[in-house]
């Protein structure tokens, strides 16, 4: 197609200026656009289960493995944006109350709460700060005192209680708090409108009932800061480029906030390229664990974030299964890979923070 297009530019131009242009625009619009395509879904017909939003949803998702949503009434991602910039600027002290219990062993939280970048991981391709919001704000009571009842202990020591900033300036602290939950509910409702889109679309009407319940899904206000120092471990092995996020899958379903941030990258045909920004809506995309679940109908997209040259901003949500759900069958029957290793979303959580906890600690 592209051989077709240069031939016909060079054949056109001795015969028209103005439409060797046109051509040449064609040219560049395949280049730099391979993403236009990729569906923008109104946030309302989402959560509405308006059903023509449904092959849209399903074409992206086959073909590119994400898509956006947009048009979100009362949703305005500059507060949200802004209200980051000023948490990131408190004083480190202000900060360091609310870190997770590995820097603040007052907190008890081993996950939910801030996580400051530390200097030694500045030379790796995971320095970043992250601040954790989750969907409980008191801890749910223990259902069994048995100790042998491990998976019910787990079920309770996963559903950690948000620690929210306590500033001086408590209209900061009340905005802050009451825009990040209504964000959460946001992206909550949009993983799950989406769930129930494609458990239409696919014709898996018993892949909502997995999604019921979100022990344990997750919301990280992302800041990466400027790097001083480069190394070559930061380096794609695919194509040489300079990364500030390494390339990788993800696992359960995302629903990610760039702002305005150049910087990420979808794998397409082979090719990283950019994605078009989140803006003031969201991009959704789904990883490995929930694709085998649904027998690899979709597409888990390889995707990546390029080294940028100022501090990157961008808030990422999980919405994984819920606790109890089976995960070592697909919709089909057949065993997934993680059915290798576990049978519900608990044990695997499990083993999730257990790795998060040896990276941090
Ligand atoms: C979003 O909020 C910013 C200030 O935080 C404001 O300047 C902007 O006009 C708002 N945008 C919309 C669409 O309401």
Redesign the pocket.
Known sequence: MIKFLLLLGVALVPMSAFLSEFVEKLFHGEESDVFGPVARIPYSDLLNNNPYVDPFVLHSMKHYGFFYVVDVPGY????E??LMHKFYDLPEEVKANIEIRRHNPANPNAYRGYCPGLDDVENTLQYKNLYNIGPHEVRAPMTSQKDDDLMKKLRYDIQEPNVWPSTEDCEFDKEFKETFQEGFEIRRNIARAFVRSISRALEFPELTSLFAEDEFSAMGLRKYPVRKRVNENMYSDHDDTLLRELEHVDSTITVLTTFNNPGLQMLYEGVYRDAPVSD?GFIVNIGKLVDDIIDNQLVSVKHRVKETEFDRYSITYFLGPQFDADISRSMSGAMTEAGRKYTIFGEWIKDYLGAIELFYY
Do not use: E, W
Not at 76 to 79: E, K, L, Q
């Open positions: 305005n991602a500059s507060t944006l802004n003031n």
